[in-house]
Nanobody
Framework: QVQLAESGGGSVQAGDSLRLSCAAS????????MAWFRQAPGKEREFVAT???????YHADSVKGRFTISRDNAKNTLYLQMNSLKPEDTAVYYC???????????????WGQGTQVTVSS
């Protein structure tokens, strides 16, 4: 089990960039696969990107080419670099840790509290 805490969200205009961080503690961060999910009001939780314990990555089609997931094992931190933000990116963003490298929310065991990202036109 790991404890996760997201930060870096905020309100920006379309075309701007944000970098989200997820600080992990409690267990060996490097042993876990990590992922970002997001949830907009009235919508189901949506997969964004995942990164394996070894650094392999997979991004959802909706963010491919704009968002980049990364990790710094020395700092026990997960990142999501978001460029060219669009209004449809507005959501609460959650980081998650799991033992499988998959883009499915139910497969992740530990979740952060979320950080709000709001993108205006």
């Amino acid at each position: 089990q790991v404890q996760l805490a997201e930060s870096g969200g905020g309100s920006v205009q379309a075309g701007d960039s944000l970098r989200l961080s997820c600080a992990a503690s409690g267990r060996a961060f490097s042993d876990y696969h990590m992922a970002w999910f997001r949830q907009a009001p009235g919508k189901e939780r949506e997969f964004v990107a995942t990164i394996s314990s070894g650094g392999l990555t997979y991004h959802a089609d909706s963010v491919k080419g704009r968002f980049t997931i990364s990790r710094d094992n020395a700092k026990n931190t997960l990142y999501l670099q978001m460029n060219s933000l669009k209004p449809e990116d507005t959501a609460v963003y959650y980081c998650a840790a799991g033992i499988r490298f998959v883009p499915i929310a139910i497969e992740y065991n530990d979740w952060g509290q979320g950080t709000q990202v709001t993108v205006s036109s």
